[in-house]
T-cell receptor, first 113, second 115 residues
Framework: NAGVTQTPKFQVLKTGQSMTLQCAQD?????MSWYRQDPGMGLRLIHY???????DQGEVPNGYNVSRSTTEDFPLRLLSAAPSQTSVYFC????????????FGPGTRLTVL | GDSVTQMEGPVTLSEEAFLTINCTYT??????LFWYVQYPGEGLQLLLK?????DKGSNKGFEATYRKETTSFHLEKGSVQVSDSAVYFC??????????????FGKGTKLSVIP
């Protein structure tokens, strides 16, 4: 049981490049989400999904795109990377219900030059 | 909107000292409250939670009580160990309709425990 996996662990991009951060979970969780973690800011929600085919915006969605074609996968796309997107990105999943624990992946550290 | 305020760090304690990390929240309804911990280089993991007023969450010697009257969820441990050194996040989750909910985090408190 791998839990929540994220790839890559580290990535360096140049301004304007695009890329996809991968996230997968093997717990059959309906709810998945993406956060970014910046120093002194805690974690901020980017996008989330309550099930396959359903996504919605969080607190900081600009510059990011998501889709959810399967229960297992929830990729995060950066359309045109900017230095302000330098951050650590975490994917999380939950079995549903606001009272339930969210399980976090190990994170992707992204640097945009 | 919902918000979480927790005491700013860093906090440095000697081993076996008593720990309190304050957390207060603002929410419109009846949120669930959580403490997550992040060890260096890792993702977050749940430390404890409480889902209704007066509930006490506990795990690994840590405790926190859901106080609706003071909108607080302070984290305590009677005797910290070096292995407790980590960043601690207070968070709340509240139902926002149409099957949706969001986890709102505080900014985190870095704890360092010295031998």
């Amino acid at each position: 049981n791998a839990g929540v996996t994220q790839t890559p662990k580290f990535q360096v991009l140049k301004t304007g490049q695009s890329m996809t951060l991968q996230c997968a979970q093997d717990m059959n969780h309906e709810y998945m989400s993406w956060y970014r973690q910046d120093p002194g800011m805690g974690l901020r929600l980017i996008h989330y999904s309550v099930g396959a085919g359903i996504t919605d915006q969080g607190e900081v969605p600009n510059g990011y795109n998501v889709s959810r074609s399967t229960t297992e996968d929830f990729p995060l796309r950066l359309l045109s990377a900017a230095p302000s997107q330098t951050s650590v990105y975490f994917c999380a999943s939950s079995s549903g219900g606001w009272y339930n624990e969210q399980f976090f992946g190990p994170g992707t550290r992204l640097t945009v030059l | 909107g919902d918000s979480v305020t927790q005491m700013e760090g860093p906090v440095t304690l000697s081993e076996e000292a008593f720990l309190t990390i304050n957390c207060t929240y603002t929410a419109t309804g009846y949120p669930s409250l959580f403490w997550y911990v992040q060890y260096p280089g890792e993702g977050l993991q749940l430390l404890l939670k409480a889902t209704k007023a007066d509930d006490k969450g506990s795990n690994k010697g840590f405790e926190a009580t859901y106080r609706k009257e003071t909108t607080s969820f302070h984290l305590e441990k009677g005797s910290v160990q070096v292995s407790d050194s980590a960043v601690y996040f207070c968070a709340l989750s509240e139902y926002s309709g149409a099957g949706s909910y969001q986890l709102t985090f505080g900014k985190g408190t870095k704890l360092s425990v010295i031998p």
